[in-house]
Nanobody, 127 residues
Framework: QVQLVESGGGLVQPGGSLRLSCVAT????????GGWIRQAPGKDREGVAS???????SYADSVKGRFVLSEDNAKTTLYLQMNSLKPEDTAMYYC??????????????????????WGQGTQVTVS
């Protein structure tokens, strides 16, 4: 059974940094796409960053140059390094993964529950 567990969220001042982690059990991120989706109250979901099965990464325009998505050598953990945080980055951040798609295109439009696997989310508050 696949399980994704996020951690690393918290309260940070504008301009600060956080690093989110998503540990997968029963899943290998080289099996398909993986990444992060954020959801803030009253706002549409936003695919923040995704990684393809070959390791290629993509980012939302709103975070390019500030966020970096990476994975560990075992390809069981995703990291989202978030720098120069802004109040508008405040949201619940969900890790998601799906072996059906090798490329992270679905992160642009799919809601979290439509992925094959997702975590419980970690709250990021920038204030």
């Amino acid at each position: 059974q696949v399980q994704l567990v996020e951690s690393g969220g918290g309260l940070v001042q504008p301009g600060g940094s956080l690093r989110l982690s998503c540990v997968a059990t029963g899943y290998d991120y080289s099996s398909g796409c993986g990444g992060w989706i954020r959801q803030a109250p009253g706002k549409d979901r936003e695919g923040v960053a995704s990684i393809d099965s070959d390791g290629s990464t993509s980012y939302a325009d709103s975070v390019k140059g500030r966020f970096v998505l990476s994975e560990d050598n075992a390809k069981t953990t995703l990291y989202l390094q978030m720098n120069s945080l802004k109040p508008e980055d405040t949201a619940m951040y969900y890790c998601a993964a799906d072996s059906r798609w090798p490329v992270g295109g679905p992160f642009l439009y799919l809601a979290v529950p439509n992925f094959g696997n997702w975590g419980q989310g970690t709250q990021v508050t920038v204030s």
